[in-house]
């Protein structure tokens, strides 16, 4: 008697602008939250690998690629560099518009990199949140999108509803090339759950803070010790650039950091499955943006940001 099952596995790779729904894609398609997601733009810094699976035996690694957009300062250029290397390496690249804001000039601009530097792996279209359009409006901007682009395949999904997202992983699991599984089954995420755990400390943050300052800081696990009970205690640092930073960061009487590390720590506790002591502290570095140190424990080559 033969085994007739083929084993499928790859990666596909997230692209578009910030706050196309990249990291909410990866969450519904994975089944469980490995890429932090908030209303602010550039959210994801570094390129964040989820491991879904279609039935045992086709494994699609997602990479959620940091937003693509015109950049400014060496971590912009550095989150561009990471973005256009995951689609690089993958082997489907699937683009991202929103709906309701359709063929803007940030589309436009991946549009023509794509044209110019053409990856090797098809590029897919995903039309997202179509809950905001009309269904015209969806038929024309599909048609405009397709003009501008040869896309090998084209969809319609709200990855906050759930809608069409079945069916985009189930021809991603199709698209991937036969092969060994690259991951256990059971593994969700390709990240060290130190990076992990700093992540979920920069999501809270992120949420809770307003304007500006979320991009200014970054969130270091500094160190990481399993008790014998069976629980953790994780030392994590907030790096901010400017002393004024550190007392929004703070809040009164520390109010801030107490309501961000009990939110992390919860999550980090239902992510671990077991007890986790977490300790915040907030260190001014004026110059963190320009330190490779910081850029390594982002995931980030320090490079790219020349």
């Known amino acids: 008697m033969t085994n007739d099952i083929t084993t499928r596995a790859g990666f596909a790779a997230l692209i578009g602008e910030p706050n196309a729904g990249k990291s909410t894609l990866t969450n519904a398609l994975v089944g469980a939250k490995v890429s932090i997601v908030t209303h602010k733009v550039q959210t994801t810094r570094a390129r964040i690998r989820g491991v879904a699976m279609d039935g045992p035996d086709r494994q699609i690694v997602l990479v959620d690629t940091p937003g693509l957009f015109r950049p400014r300062r060496r971590l912009d250029r550095a989150m561009v560099a990471a973005a256009w290397s995951g689609a690089a390496d993958a082997d489907v690249v699937v683009l991202l518009v929103e709906a ?39 038929l024309d901007l599909t048609a405009r999108l397709n003009a501008a682009h040869p896309f090998a395949r084209t969809f319609m999904i709200s990855a906050e509803k759930g809608h069409g997202v079945a069916d985009l992983k189930t021809a991603l699991a199709d698209a991937m090339p036969e092969g060994p599984l690259l991951y256990p089954e059971d593994q969700i995420a390709d990240l060290p759950v130190r990076m992990m755990a700093a992540e979920i400390t920069r999501e809270k943050l992120t949420l809770r803070l307003h304007q500006e300052l979320p991009y200014q800081l970054t969130v270091e696990t500094e160190a990481w010790e399993e008790r014998d009970d069976g629980s953790v205690r994780v030392d994590q640092v907030i790096y901010v650039a400017r002393d004024g930073h550190k007392g929004i960061v703070l809040g009164h009487k ?9 939110a992390a720590r919860l999550e980090m506790e239902a992510f671990l499955g077991h007890r986790v002591h977490l300790f915040l502290q907030v260190r001014v570095r004026p110059n963190w943006l320009e330190e490779a140190e910081r ?12």
């Open 100 to 138: 309701h804001r359709g063929l803007t000039d940030g589309v436009q601009a991946i549009l023509d990199h794509l044209a110019d530097a053409p990856p090797k792996a098809p590029v897919w279209l995903a039309i997202n949140k179509i809950d905001r359009l009309k269904a015209e409006g969806l």
């Open 254 to 262: 520390g109010e801030t950091t107490k309501a961000v590390g009990r």
């Open 295 to 306: 850029f390594d424990a982002m995931g980030l080559d320090f490079r790219d940001g020349r």
